[in-house]
T-cell receptor, first 113, second 114 residues
Framework: GENVEQHPSTLSVQEGDSAVIKCTYS??????FPWYKQELGKGPQLIID?????GEKKDQRIAVTLNKTAKHFSLHITETQPEDSAVYFC????????????FGQGTELSVKP | DGGITQSPKYLFRKEGQNVTLSCEQNLNHDAMYWYRQDPGQGLRLIYY???????QKGDIAEGYSVSREKKESFPLTVTSAQKNPTAFYLC?????????????FGDGTRLSIL
């Protein structure tokens, strides 16, 4: 079955710097890749997603890139702010089994003021 | 304001006891999901339902049961057969079962053993 690996597990940056989180997936049939932000004691919140027919997607300070050949996708956050501090999860789905998502292990991002 | 409501926020289970976690959504979504989150790990799928009166096992269904009698409700029962139930449980929903619709999450129920 699908396996999603996420790196790094922790990431510390200075406010204003960029942060990059990378995920690799094993099943070439996967075609949907969402990213979630989870704050302490809360449920994950969808921040951006990308489908396999697109190589890059941007939303203000957040961007996601997808390399289908290498089977990896990355989250880029520019001009980081302290409120970006949270745990970020990537996920992958093939669109079958009711849209079942396979999640990475998470990255704890800390933005130091 | 539309969303997903999980209750209670904290729940304690005694040995041999079944407990039920509530999940309600007013987003008019067809599909609903239950995930388990353990410290330092990603989310793992327990059960999902694509339509009323139908549900499917996920990757870690043993020791859990669900029902889907109404579109807006998808309760999860943690049975005494689940030997390691301590975890953070998350419910999610999506517009429909196909075409990779985004999943939206509630704020979870934290279950602990007494």
């Amino acid at each position: 079955g699908e396996n999603v690996e996420q790196h790094p597990s922790t990431l510390s940056v200075q406010e204003g710097d960029s942060a990059v989180i990378k995920c690799t997936y094993s099943d070439s049939a996967s075609n949907y890749f969402p990213w979630y932000k989870q704050e302490l004691g809360k449920g994950p919140q969808l921040i951006i997603d990308i489908r396999s027919n697109v190589g890059e997607k941007k939303d203000q300070r957040i961007a996601v890139t997808l390399n289908k050949t290498a089977k990896h996708f990355s989250l880029h956050i520019t001009e980081t702010q302290p409120e970006d501090s949270a745990v970020y999860f990537c996920a992958a789905s093939k669109g079958n089994q009711g849209g079942k998502l396979i999640f990475g292990q998470g990255t704890e991002l800390s933005v130091k003021p | 304001d539309g969303g997903i409501t999980q209750s209670p926020k904290y729940l304690f289970r005694k040995e041999g006891q079944n407990v039920t976690l509530s999940c309600e959504q007013n987003l008019n979504h067809d599909a609903m999901y239950w995930y388990r989150q353990d410290p330092g790990q990603g989310l793992r799928l327990i059960y999902y339902s694509q339509i009323v009166n139908d549900f499917q096992k996920g990757d870690i269904a043993e020791g859990y049961s669900v029902s889907r009698e109404k579109k807006e409700s998808f309760p999860l029962t943690v049975t005494s057969a689940q030997k390691n139930p301590t975890a953070f449980y998350l419910c999610a929903s999506s517009m429909d079962r196909g075409a990779n619709q985004p999943q939206h999450f509630g704020d979870g129920t934290r279950l602990s053993i007494l």
